[in-house]
């Protein structure tokens, strides 16, 4: 993005301009999994916050995560960048090592 004088929503509106229903389908299997585990799930990706959005609710998964952290969260710089995940929110989850 830098190399060619992209604001990053130019590319990620392209590289996300995708047909999700040709390749995804609800998975209850997976949903199934994620409701037995006990602890606070939370999303960070790559993606931007919206994809994120988007992808959870074609896999049926939507209501099973407090909170997702996407692209611009981390002011575009992505994992696996240090900047990508602030410092500040080990705290939230515990410490790096012992997270899933």
């Known amino acids: 993005m830098?190399?060619?004088g992209l604001h990053p929503w130019e590319y990620v509106a392209y590289v996300y301009d995708v047909d999700l229903?040709?390749?995804?389908?609800p998975?209850?299997?997976?949903?199934?999994?994620?409701?037995?585990l006990p602890w606070p799930k939370v999303v960070f990706s790559n993606s931007p916050g919206w994809q994120i959005a988007r992808v959870l609710s074609f896999l049926g998964l939507e209501t099973r995560f407090e909170r997702l952290f996407g692209l611009e969260f981390g002011d575009y710089l992505g994992k696996p960048?240090?900047?990508?995940?602030p410092s500040g929110l080990w705290p939230l989850w515990?410490?790096?090592?012992?997270t899933v």
């Not at 960048?81 to 995940?85: A, T």
């Open 27 to 36: 998975d209850p299997a997976l949903a199934a999994v994620l409701d037995r």
């Open 94 to 98: 515990g410490l790096p090592g012992k």
């Open 81 to 85: 960048h240090p900047g990508g995940l």
């Open 21 to 25: 229903a040709r390749f995804l389908r």
């Open 2 to 4: 830098e190399n060619h």
